[in-house]
C-alpha cells in the first residue's frame, strides 16, 4: 500500500521549501513516465510526490547569443516542435525524432530523462554534445555544474538531497555547425539503445578542418559519456578515412559496456565504432 | 493520503477523494470509463491511452492528480448517440479492428494527430501511432483507414 | 448452390465492429458486480525446489483480506490438460499439472497460493506478507541437456515427455545414392503471445448455486476441468466467454479460470482476477523453443531423394500439450514436399523453463523455418533456382506423405509463388551498406485438429416467425471474425439480410458447445455445422413453399426473404411460410453437428496414417534491407499469398493475412522470451519486443480461392497458415542480401552482425 501525498507548488521557491522540508521522504514528479513504473515495482515508496510539471519557472526556453536555457519541465514533444530550437539546436531535435514514441512525448520532459539517470537517457548523449550545464537550486543556495560531471552511476546523480534542476544551458549551434544523433534499436520505436551516439562539429570554412567537435554516447558504460579520446584525436584536423578509423580505434578506450539483454559488450563495442563513423560522415556530408 | 479532485471526462465533471498514488487510468475505470483499457499498466503498451486537454498520452504512467482540474477525452467523447466520428466510421470500413483492446486507445492517437497535423502523410501517421501496439491487425488496415480520413474521407 | 454469393467472400462489416469503435464492449476486465473480491496469485521465485515451509499467516492477519487458498485446500489439486473439450486420452502421457504447488515448485512463476481481498492493493500487499521457505534444487534448462541420463529429473524419472518418428524407405542407402547433401542444425526461441489483454476474469455464484466464470478465453470447455479441481459436478460450473482483447493460443490452455472458481467457492463472494502484464511474462506458457538438425540429400536434376530430422522442443516444466505439437511438427516436418526416405525423430523434453504449450502454428513454424532454410541451402549446392527446386518436389493432391497423411485437396503453391514474386515487383537496387536481398519460403499448415481427437461442433440456428434468424455457438471470438462467418453463412444459405442474422454465442450452458477456437478450427467446424443447421431449416421451408405454390422444391430459392420460384417467377414472403410452418407444427430450428473425420489413435510412436483433415498451403516473399555495418535488418515489403479455398468476410481473411505475417516478423527478427537460469529476463513489453507501427513492411496479402477446402462453400482455414512461412521468407532474404544464412531466431541485430562478421 502506498502513502502518498501529492503536493502542487504555485512557485519554484516553494517548491525548494517543501523539498527541503520533506527531504528524502519526497520526489519531485515532471511528466512521470519513470517514476510511476518505480512506484509500480515497489521500488519507491515516497511520502512526497511534489509535481513540478507545470511550474512556469521551469517551462521557459531562453535563447541568448551564445546559449539556449531549457527549464527542466519542458516536456520533449515542445522541443521536437520548437522551431527555433530546431534552428539553433538541431541536436536536440533530431534526438527527439528517436525519442520514445509521441505518447511519452507528450508528458516526459527533458529534466525528467536527466534525472533519471539512465545510461540509456536519450536526450543525455545530445546536450553533452552541446556542452550543456545545469543549473541547480535548492533553499541553500545555487549551483552550477556541468552535465558531464552529473552522472556518477546508474540512476545517481550528483544532485544535492534537497536540489533540483533548474535550468538546463546549452550551447547554441553556429551555421556551420554539424550534429548528428543516431540510435541503434533493436525496433524502430519505442526502443531502449543499444547503443547511441551524438555528435557535434564545427567545421572552419574552405579548409574542411574540424575547429571543435563533441562525441558523446549512451548505453554503453555506467552513465551517458562524452569521448575525450575521440575528441582529442579529431579537433583541429582535417578528417579523412584513415583518421575516422583511428577515431573507432579511440573510442574503445572511453567506453565500457556490459552485456545485457539487449546486446553483447562485443557487439556495444563494434557498434560504438560503426556509429562514430556514420555519426561523422553525416555530419560532413551535411 | 486521501486528495480531492475533479477532473472532467468527456464533459462531464468527475468529483472524488483518491489516495494520491492513483493513476489516471486506474480513475477513470473505477468512474466507469472502462472504454479505456489496462494492457501493460507499465506504459509500453498504449492501450490506455486517453487525451489530457488534448494530448494524448498514456493515463497508466500518469498520476490521476496530474490531471486535476483538466479535460480528459475518451474514445467515447468521438462518437454521438447514432453517429460515429470519421476515424471510427474509417477503423470500420477498413477493417482496422480485429479483437478491438488496443482500438479506443488507438483512436484516440489518431485523433491528437489528426487535431495537430489535419493532412499527415503516411509517415506521420505511422509515427503518431507508434506507441500504441497492436498484436491482431499488423497495423496496415489501422494506418490505411487513418491515411483515408487524412486524406478527406468520412 | 448459388454461385453468385450474395455475402460470402464479400468484405462485410462484422456487427460487433462499431461497438468496438466507440469502446462499449465490456471485456473480461470491465466487468464489476458490487461486493466483489479482488484475486491475486502468489507465485514461486525460485525455477526448482522444494516448499518446506509455506506461512500465509500475516498475509491472512491483513485486514481486508479474505481467504488465502493454498495446495492443501483444494479438492483436487490435479489438473489434466488432456486436449480440452474431448474425452479422449491421446499421446503418450497424460498431461498433468499441480493447480497450486505443494511440495515443489518446477518453474519460477508456479502458483503457491491464491488471495481474495477487498481491493487489489490489499491483495498484493497480502501477497508481499507471504513467507516462503524454499529447499533450492539444481535445475536444468536446455532441453538437450535434459535428455541425458544424468541431468535432474523435473516429474518421475524421464524428462523425455514425448517422442513421435517419420519412418519411410531407407534414408541411409538414400544418402549415399546423393549428389548433394545439406546438413544444418537450427535453433528457435521461447515466443510469447503478447496479446495487449491481459487473461481476466470475474466469478460468482448465481441463484442456482452455479459457479458462473465469465472469462476472456479460447475454450469455454475448461469448465470441466474447474468442476474436477473444486469436486463439484461439471453441471454447476459455467463459462460465459467474453470477447478477446487477442489469443494466439495464450488463452486456450487454463487460464484464471480454476483459480476464480477456487477463490469463489471458498469465498461465496464475486472474484475478479487479472493478470498484470509481468504475471503474463513468467506465469503463462510461451511457444516450445527448438533444436532442430536437418539432413537433406538430392540429385543433380533437383529431386529430393532423402530427409533426416532429430527435433527436440522444450516442455517447460509441464507436459501441458507438448506432445500435441510435437505431433504437429512431426508431421509437418518434411515440409509441403513429396519426399521418398524420410526418417524424422522428435522428442519434447521437461526442463525447469516456463512451460510451453499453444501457439499460433502449434509446431509447425519452427519445422518450417528449418525445412525453409534447408530448401535454399540445398538450392545453393544444386546450383539451382530456389523455387525451381521447390517446384520440383511440391506435394500434389492425392499424395501421401512419409507420415501418411494422404493430401486431400488443390496444392497451389506453385501459383501462389509466382504470385507472391509478382507481387513483389521488381527488386531495388542495394546501396551500401545497406543490402536489399529477396527471400521466398512455403508453408503447408494444418486447418482442423488432429482426426483421432474426434472433433465435433454443434451450432443451433433458428428462424423468427419474422424470417430473422438467431445462431447460438458456443464458439468464442478471438476477433478473427469466427462468430462472423457464422452470420455470414446462415444469411446466404436462409436468404435473409446479414442484418437479421444475430449470433449469441459462448456461454457453454446456454448455447451448443462448438468447441475451441484453435487449430484453425473454427471455420471448418462451427461453418459447416451452422451450413447444415441452415440447409436443413432451408430445406424444411422450401418443401413446405413447394407444397403451397405447387412447384418444385428444386425451382425455388430464398432471395431477400422471399421465396422465388426461378420457373414461374411466382414469389411468396418467407414469413408466409414460416407461418404455415409454425400452425402445423413444423420446427424452424435445429441443433446441428458437424463431425470432423474420425480415426483411431495413433497406436505407438511411428506416425503412419492421417492425422489432419487438411492443409492450407501459403507462400510468402519478402525484400529485406540489411545494414551491413550493424546488422539491422528490414522488411520492406512482404507478400503473403494463402490459397484459403473460398473465403468468407475477405476483410477477416486480409486482416488474418497481415496480422500473422507482421507477428511472424515479430518471430523471425525482435521477439524473444528469455530465462537464465530458470529466471526471467524480459518480462514487460519494454523488455520483450513485439513489431510496432514503425516495424512493418508494405504488405500485400494475396488471397487465392480453389474451393477445395473441407469448410463450408470449400474454405479452408487462415488463422494460423498466416504466420507459418514469414520467418524463413526473411532469412532467405537475409541470405539473398548478405550471404549468410541466420540458422537461429530471433535475426537480432547482433546475430546477423557477427554472422557477416565471421563470414
Same mark, same amino acid.
Given at each position: ?143 552550477? +555544474? ?27 549551434? &553556429? ?30 570554412? %574552405? ?23 575521440? &575528441? ?55 | ?44 503498451? %498504449? ?108 | ?12 462489416? =462484422? ?83 499441480? @493447480? ?114 465469465? @472469462? ?7 469448465? $470441466? ?55 503474463? =511474462? ?33 516442455? %517447460? ?42 501457439? $499460433?502454428?502449434? =509446431? ?107 445462431? $447460438? ?162 522488411? +520492406? ?123
Amino acid at each position: 500500500m502506498y502513502d502518498i501525498t501529492y503536493i502542487k507548488p504555485r512557485t519554484l521557491q516553494e517548491a525548494i521549501e517543501q523539498k527541503a522540508e520533506f527531504g528524502k521522504d519526497s520526489l519531485f514528479i515532471a511528466g512521470g513516465s519513470n517514476l510511476l513504473v518505480y512506484m509500480k515495482d515497489r521500488k519507491i515508496n515516497p511520502k512526497y510526490f511534489i509535481d513540478v510539471s507545470e511550474l512556469e519557472e521551469l517551462r521557459e526556453i531562453t535563447f541568448n547569443n551564445e546559449t539556449i536555457s531549457i527549464g527542466p519541465s519542458v516536456k520533449i514533444i515542445e522541443i521536437e516542435d520548437s522551431n527555433q530550437i530546431k534552428k539553433s539546436a538541431y541536436l536536440l531535435n533530431q534526438a527527439t525524432k528517436e525519442f520514445a514514441n509521441p505518447l511519452i512525448k507528450n508528458k516526459a520532459t527533458i529534466g525528467g530523462n536527466i534525472a533519471d539517470a539512465s545510461p540509456a537517457a536519450d536526450m543525455v548523449p545530445p546536450l553533452l554534445a552541446l556542452d550543456a550545464y545545469l543549473e541547480l537550486a535548492s533553499v541553500n543556495e545555487a549551483r552550477q +555544474i556541468q552535465l558531464k560531471d552529473f552522472f556518477l552511476n546508474p540512476r545517481k546523480t550528483a544532485i544535492g538531497d534537497n536540489e533540483i534542476i533548474s535550468k538546463i544551458i546549452l550551447k547554441k549551434m &553556429e551555421e556551420n555547425d554539424r550534429s548528428s544523433f543516431i540510435k541503434l534499436g533493436l525496433r524502430n520505436a519505442t526502443t531502449i539503445s543499444v547503443v547511441s551516439i551524438a555528435v557535434w562539429l564545427s567545421l572552419e570554412k %574552405g579548409s574542411g578542418k574540424i575547429n571543435d567537435i563533441r562525441v558523446a554516447l549512451g548505453s554503453v558504460a555506467p552513465t551517458p559519456l562524452r569521448s575525450q579520446s575521440v &575528441e582529442n584525436l579529431l579537433k583541429n584536423k582535417v578528417p579523412d578515412e584513415n583518421l575516422i578509423k583511428q577515431a573507432m580505434k579511440e573510442i574503445q578506450k572511453d567506453i565500457n559496456p556490459i552485456s545485457d539483454v539487449r546486446g553483447s559488450s562485443d557487439y556495444r563495442r563494434e557498434m560504438s565504432a560503426t556509429l562514430l563513423k556514420r555519426a561523422i560522415n553525416q555530419c560532413l556530408n551535411a | 493520503m486521501k486528495h480531492d479532485i475533479e477532473i472532467t471526462v468527456n464533459g462531464t465533471k468527475i468529483k472524488d477523494s483518491i489516495e494520491a498514488s492513483t493513476t489516471l487510468l486506474d480513475f477513470l475505470r473505477s468512474h466507469g470509463f472502462t472504454e479505456v483499457k489496462k494492457g501493460c499498466d507499465k506504459g509500453d503498451c %498504449g492501450a490506455c491511452t486517453v487525451l489530457i486537454d488534448g494530448a494524448a498520452t498514456t493515463s497508466c504512467i500518469t498520476l490521476a492528480l496530474q490531471a486535476n482540474n483538466k479535460e480528459v477525452l475518451t474514445v467515447k467523447s468521438l462518437n454521438g448517440w447514432r453517429k460515429l466520428h470519421p476515424l471510427q466510421q474509417a477503423f470500420v470500413k477498413y477493417e482496422a479492428i480485429q479483437c478491438g483492446f488496443c482500438t479506443p486507445g488507438m483512436l484516440m492517437s489518431a485523433k491528437w494527430l489528426l487535431d495537430k497535423n489535419p493532412h499527415p502523410t503516411r509517415a506521420e501517421i505511422i509515427d503518431a501511432i507508434s506507441g500504441n501496439l497492436c498484436r491482431c491487425t499488423g497495423y496496415k488496415k489501422i494506418i490505411d483507414a487513418i491515411e483515408y480520413v487524412a486524406q478527406g474521407g468520412k | 448452390m448459388m454461385e453468385n454469393y450474395k455475402v460470402i467472400g464479400k468484405r462485410v462489416e =462484422g456487427a460487433d465492429e462499431k461497438e468496438k469503435a466507440k469502446g462499449t464492449v465490456v471485456y473480461a476486465d470491465d466487468f464489476t458486480l458490487p461486493g466483489m473480491l479482488y484475486g491475486k496469485v502468489f507465485r514461486s521465485t525460485i525455477p526448482f525446489g522444494k516448499i518446506k515451509k509455506l506461512d500465509i499467516s500475516k498475509a491472512l492477519a491483513l485486514e481486508g483480506v479474505e481467504t488465502i487458498i493454498t495446495a492443501a485446500d483444494v479438492p483436487n489439486n490435479e489438473s489434466v490438460s488432456n486436449v480440452v473439450g474431448q474425452t479422449t486420452e491421446v499421446g503418450l502421457l497424460e498431461a498433468k499439472h499441480q @493447480v497450486l504447488a505443494r511440495n515443489i515448485v518446477r518453474y519460477y512463476g508456479e502458483p503457491i497460493a491464491l488471495i481474495a481481498a477487498k481491493t487489489y492493493e490489499i491483495a498484493c500487499d497480502a501477497a508481499e506478507l507471504i513467507k516462503v521457505e524454499y529447499e533450492e534444487m539444481e535445475g536444468v534448462f536446455d532441453p538437450v541437456e535434459a535428455m541425458k541420463p544424468e541431468a535432474p529429473k523435473i516429474h518421475g524419472d524421464n524428462n523425455i515427455i514425448a517422442r513421435w518418428k517419420v519412418r519411410q524407405g531407407n534414408v541411409k542407402d538414400a544418402f549415399k545414392n546423393c549428389d548433394v547433401v545439406v546438413e544444418n542444425r537450427y535453433k528457435t526461441q521461447f515466443q510469447e503471445h503478447a496479446h495487449i489483454e491481459p487473461e481476466s476474469g470475474v466469478a460468482w455464484i448465481d441463484e442456482n448455486g452455479v459457479i458462473n466464470l465469465r @472469462v476472456s478465453t479460447q475454450v469455454i470447455e475448461q469448465y $470441466r476441468d474447474v468442476a474436477h479441481v473444486l469436486g463439484v459436478p461439471e453441471s454447476k460450473v459455467r463459462i460465459i466467454g467474453t470477447i478477446i482483447g487477442g489469443g494466439f493460443g495464450g488463452k486456450e490452455d487454463i487460464t484464471v479460470e480454476v483459480f476464480l472458481g477456487l477463490l469463489v467457492w471458498k469465498t461465496g463472494k464475486p472474484v475478479k482476477l487479472t493478470y498484470t502484464r509481468e504475471e503474463m =511474462g513468467y506465469g503463462r506458457h510461451k511457444r516450445h523453443p527448438y533444436v532442430m538438425r536437418y539432413k537433406h540429400g538430392a540429385t543433380k536434376d533437383g529431386k529430393i531423394v532423402a530427409m533426416e530430422a532429430e527435433i527436440i522442443s522444450d516442455s %517447460g516444466a509441464y507436459v501441458y500439450l507438448s506432445p500435441w505439437v510435437l505431433l504437429y511438427s512431426t508431421v509437418h516436418a518434411t515440409g509441403p514436399y513429396m519426399i521418398p526416405n524420410v526418417k524424422v525423430d522428435a522428442y519434447s523434453v521437461l526442463t525447469n523453463n516456463i512451460y510451453t504449450s499453444a501457439f $499460433r502454428s502449434f =509446431g509447425a513454424i519452427q519445422v518450417t523455418y528449418a525445412v525453409e532454410s534447408q530448401m535454399n541451402e540445398l538450392a545453393k549446392a544444386l546450383n539451382m533456382n530456389p523455387l525451381d527446386l521447390r517446384k520440383k518436389n511440391f506435394l500434389k493432391r492425392g499424395d501421401v506423405t512419409a507420415s501418411g497423411q494422404k493430401i486431400d485437396s488443390y496444392v497451389a503453391l506453385g501459383e501462389l509463388a509466382d504470385k507472391a514474386l509478382e507481387a513483389l515487383g521488381p527488386k531495388k537496387s542495394s546501396i551500401p551498406p545497406y543490402r536489399i536481398g529477396r527471400g521466398v519460403a512455403c508453408s503447408w499448415q494444418s486447418y482442423g485438429r488432429m482426426t483421432y481427437l474426434h472433433d465435433t461442433a454443434s451450432v443451433w440456428v433458428g428462424l423468427e416467425l419474422d424470417g430473422s434468424v438467431e445462431v $447460438r455457438s458456443g464458439i468464442p471470438d478471438l476477433g478473427g471474425g469466427q462468430r462472423e462467418s457464422l452470420r455470414q453463412i446462415a444469411a446466404e444459405i436462409l436468404g435473409v439480410p446479414l442484418d437479421d442474422v444475430i449470433v449469441y454465442s459462448t456461454d457453454s450452458k446456454l448455447t451448443p458447445l462448438t468447441g475451441t477456437v484453435t487449430a484453425t478450427r473454427a471455420l471448418y467446424m462451427s461453418g459447416n455445422a451452422v451450413k447444415m443447421a441452415s440447409n436443413q431449416i432451408r430445406n424444411t421451408l422450401l418443401e413446405k413453399a413447394a407444397e403451397i405454390m405447387h412447384e418444385s422444391k428444386d425451382s425455388l430459392d430464398i432471395i431477400d426473404k422471399t421465396i422465388v420460384s426461378s420457373m414461374t417467377k411466382k414469389k411468396i414472403p418467407m414469413r408466409d411460410i414460416i407461418k404455415v410452418c409454425a400452425s402445423e407444427g413444423i420446427p424452424l430450428q435445429t441443433l446441428s453437428t458437424f463431425k470432423a473425420p474420425f480415426t483411431k489413435p495413433i497406436d505407438g510412436e511411428i506416425i503412419k496414417d492421417n492425422v489432419f483433415v487438411d492443409f492450407t498451403f501459403s507462400v510468402q516473399a519478402c525484400d529485406v534491407s540489411v545494414d551491413e555495418e550493424t546488422g539491422k535488418v528490414n522488411v +520492406i515489403r512482404l507478400a503473403a499469398a494463402h490459397d484459403v479455398g473460398k473465403s468468407i468476410n475477405l476483410n477477416r481473411v486480409e486482416g488474418q493475412i497481415e496480422g500473422g505475417a507482421v507477428q511472424g516478423i515479430g518471430y523471425a527478427l525482435m521477439e524473444s522470451y528469455i530465462e537464465e537460469k530458470g529466471i526471467p529476463k524480459t518480462n514487460t513489453l519494454a523488455e520483450y519486443l513485439i513489431p510496432t507501427s514503425k516495424d512493418i513492411p508494405e504488405i500485400i496479402p494475396i488471397v487465392m480461392e480453389s474451393g477445395t477446402g473441407k469448410g463450408p462453400f470449400g474454405a479452408k482455414g487462415i488463422g494460423e497458415p498466416s504466420i507459418t512461412a514469414t520467418a524463413p521468407a526473411i532469412t532467405n532474404a537475409i541470405y539473398d542480401a548478405a550471404g549468410v544464412r541466420i540458422k537461429e531466431l530471433p535475426a537480432t541485430p547482433e546475430r546477423v552482425y557477427f554472422a557477416l562478421k565471421n563470414r
